[in-house]
């Protein structure tokens, strides 16, 4: 039987295949090669049919041929319509984080590496950050800042400037939660 995910993968791609007269796309997702053809979708040369599948498929559905605005960047809970994701979105991506500050600190030169990023720019403020690019249109900028005497440590993630214009709302807050399980996935 199949999954209702597989099911919202091969109707995602069959629409995108019917506006495109492409039949072949390649990016990176989530550091990893992706290609999608009218058979499905490929991450790192593994059939994609579960959540990262949907995600794929709603960023290519929505990307566009618009420029990602980098800065400034957006708090998700200063996107429109994003009230209802908001917990889920602090719990699944900045405080799964927080307990790891410094090994991601540590790491900073291996997850840039692996998830195609680039050092934060310093108008972010934070003891360090980073920006990654789980799709080629949308960034997220990661802020942290350590723990001292008088305060605990934090993780902030923010968004490119247009990134909804490239997936719905609920696929960016998915996006930024897997891009952070990726994050905690090179630490171990």
């Not at 998830?115 to 310093?122: A, K």
Request: charged share 20%; glycine share 6%; net charge negative.
């Amino acid at each position: 039987m199949d999954s209702a995910y597989k099911n919202i993968v091969r109707e995602n791609v069959r629409r995108l295949f019917e506006k495109t007269p492409t039949r072949r796309l390649e990016f990176q997702a989530f550091g990893k090669p992706c290609v999608i053809r009218p058979e499905g979708i490929l991450l790192d040369g593994k059939k994609e049919e579960d959540v990262l599948g949907i995600l794929i498929s709603l960023y290519a559905l929505h990307a566009g041929k618009e420029d990602m605005v980098l800065e400034p960047f957006h708090a998700f809970k200063d996107l429109p319509h994003s009230a209802p994701y908001a917990g889920a979105f602090a719990a699944r991506t900045q405080q799964v984080l927080i307990p790891r500050v410094e090994a991601i600190q540590k790491a900073r030169g291996t997850i840039l590496g692996h998830l195609g990023g680039t050092p934060g720019p310093p108008s972010v403020g934070g003891d360090f950050s980073f920006v990654l690019y789980p799709f080629p249109k949308i960034a997220l900028c990661y802020i942290f800042y350590l723990a001292d005497a008088d305060f605990p440590a934090s993780a902030t993630c923010l968004f490119s400037n247009n990134a909804l214009w490239f997936a719905p709302i609920d696929a960016l807050a998915d996006t930024a939660e897997y891009t952070s399980k990726a994050i905690l996935e090179l630490l171990d």
